[in-house]
């Protein structure tokens, strides 16, 4: 019995041996584990073995743009090289612009964070299962309305299978169809979760498209010319479009799916949660007025009172503030690498990765935006020590 035991224990060895050279072998392939200490041959190195086709990423210290720069290729096939100036798509990153107009019609007075969204819209908008419990902008821009993505019926939407473009479908058709009873995409069940609202975190997209229609409402202005006049002109961001038809697609980046296949240039209905085209030297201008009381070059997007608002944790056990994540760090595994006031938001799409993350007590801030989507493979793990090392870079650990 124990020659049995030992020969068992013997092969078990052997195998244990061989699983664990192939792990070497297929991580030594597929990771770039050098640590240059030049950054553009670090950033490169992470870049190739990640097959990343084109990389934009922005540096600010102390409320300053100190480093912005441009990697790879934003279209693969023609080899056109990323700059400062190349336009991203930067999926749900959007929503910090989104979150702005929202509070700087807030800060006018026109809308009101608590009150029932309804008294602003032209339909009322109810959790079905929860009638008589009004929906707030609150509770909208917390993730916490209830209101539920519905993967099926949302991933509908994106216009990549049709070849791209603008969507056919306008923002007030989604948001009707979506949440009106009787309306084309409406489900009682799928479209909102159990709990009630401003009681259960749920990430949600739609309520990100109902906050721009909101905009659109009180506003009485298209939620993007909106955005073009009270955001983008101040903070000289003057290539950003939330539109394909206002973008000059030479400046795009070709979004890459996980294959390294180019994808059209694409949108969806719901494009108040995720379809901001900008270069990452225009977006950091905005960081730059977030880190400075809502400044840039004398012109005022918010007030500082507005913006502690907007960054006080409000739900998710204290990680979730107004549209602003306190938890971004935990999605990558490196909570223990920042102290908690560091706060930001990530953009996941087909063909695209982005971050930002911000210290406001500090003015540190790190942008990246790339046109090739995260993987759940082993070549991601380059990703995840680029940002481990930029973080670094930005003045972001403790």
């Not at 990430?203 to 229609?213: D, H, Q, R, T, W």
């Not at 697609?249 to 390294?260: F, G, Q, R």
């Not at 998710?316 to 990558?332: N, S, T």
Request: charged fraction near 20%; proline fraction near 5%; glycine fraction near 8%.
């Amino acid at each position: 019995m124990l020659r049995i035991i030992k020969r068992v224990l013997q092969g078990f060895l052997a195998l244990l041996v061989l699983a664990l050279l192939a792990a070497a072998i297929i991580l030594a392939t597929q990771v770039d584990l050098s640590n240059s200490k030049e950054l553009d041959a670090f950033i490169q190195g992470k870049m190739n073995k990640a097959e990343i086709p084109g990389l934009s990423m922005a540096i600010i210290r102390d409320g300053e743009l100190v480093e912005v720069k441009g990697y790879g290729y934003f279209d693969k096939d023609k080899r056109q090289p990323v700059t400062q100036d190349t336009l991203f798509q930067i999926a749900s990153v959007s929503k910090t612009i989104t979150a702005t107009a929202v509070m700087q019609l807030v800060e006018k007075g026109l809308l009101d964070l608590d009150e029932d969204i309804n008294q602003y819209l032209p339909f009322p908008v109810r959790h079905p299962q929860y009638p008589h419990i009004p929906i707030t902008v609150r509770m909208l821009l917390t993730h916490t309305s209830g209101i539920a993505n519905n993967w099926e019926v949302y991933n509908s939407f994106y216009t990549i299978d049709s070849g791209g473009g603008d969507s056919p479908i306008s923002l007030e058709q989604f948001v009707k169809g979506f949440l009106l009873p009787g309306g084309q995409w409406y489900d009682a069940r799928k479209n909102f979760v159990p709990g009630e609202p401003g009681t259960v975190y749920n990430y949600s997209n739609p309520g990100f498209a109902l906050l721009g229609y909101l905009v659109e409402q009180v506003a009485q202005i298209p939620f993007d010319q909106y955005c073009e006049k009270n955001i983008f002109e101040p903070l000289e961001m003057d290539h950003a479009a939330w539109l394909l038809k206002d973008v000059d697609l030479s400046m795009l980046a070709v979004p890459h799916d996980e294959k390294n296949q180019p994808l059209p240039h694409y949108s969806f209905a719901s494009y108040p949660d995720g379809a901001l085209k900008v270069s990452i030297k225009e977006y950091a201008h905005f960081i730059h007025a977030i880190l400075n009381d809502g400044q840039y070059k004398n012109k005022t997007i918010l007030k500082p009172a507005t913006l502690d608002e907007m960054f006080r944790p409000q739900a998710k056990a204290g990680k979730v503030a107004l549209m602003w994540d306190y938890g971004i760090l935990e999605d990558f595994y490196m909570k223990g690498l920042s102290e908690k006031k560091l706060a930001g938001h990530t953009g996941a799409d087909p063909g695209i990765f982005t971050l930002v993350l911000l210290h406001r007590d500090s003015k540190n801030g790190l942008i990246l935006f790339s046109n090739k989507e995260l993987s759940l493979n082993t070549k991601t793990l380059n990703t995840y020590f680029m940002v481990r090392r930029l973080i670094g870079e930005a003045g972001l650990i403790k």
